[in-house]
C-alpha cells in the first residue's frame, strides 16, 4: 500500500517555476542598488568640490581650480560672491548602469564667509 501522498507529483517544478519568477526581481533590485551607490558617490564628490571652490573663493584664490581638482567628470561649477558669503554649486551627471538610460544629474552646495581683506599696517 502506498501513501497518498508522496511530496511529488504536483508540486513537481515549483521551484523552478518560483526561481523564475523572482530572478526579474532580484536584477531589479541589483540594478537600483548599483546606481544608488554610483549616485551617492558623486553626491559626495560633488560636495568636496563645492566645498573647496567655496573655501577657496572665501580667501580670494580662484575657487573654479579647487573644485575641478575634486569634481567628477563632466561637473558644471557655479560661484557665487553675495556681499559676505560665497556660494559655490557643483553640478554632476551621476553614472548609471545602462547605456541607454537618461543620467541622474546630482548637485551639492556649500557656503563660506569671505575672509576680510588685509589692510596694510602704516609702519
Do not use: H, Y
Not at 24 to 29: D, E, V
Not at 111 to 120: D, F, H, K
Amino acid at each position: 500500500m502506498r501513501p497518498r501522498w508522496t511530496g511529488r507529483g504536483r508540486d513537481r517544478g515549483s521551484t523552478t517555476a518560483e526561481l523564475a519568477a523572482a530572478t526579474p526581481a532580484l536584477a531589479l533590485l541589483l540594478f537600483v542598488g548599483v546606481t544608488a551607490v554610483a549616485a551617492t558617490q558623486t553626491k559626495l564628490q560633488c560636495a568636496d568640490a563645492a566645498r573647496d571652490a567655496a573655501l577657496a573663493a572665501a580667501r580670494g584664490q580662484e575657487g573654479g581650480l579647487s573644485a575641478n581638482r575634486t569634481a567628477p567628470d563632466g561637473a558644471t561649477i557655479t560661484i557665487s560672491i553675495n556681499g559676505d558669503v560665497v556660494t559655490a554649486t557643483v553640478r554632476a551627471p551621476a553614472r548609471v548602469v545602462g547605456t541607454r538610460l537618461p543620467p541622474i544629474e546630482v548637485s551639492a552646495t556649500a557656503v563660506a564667509a569671505r575672509e576680510p581683506e588685509e589692510a596694510e599696517i602704516p609702519w
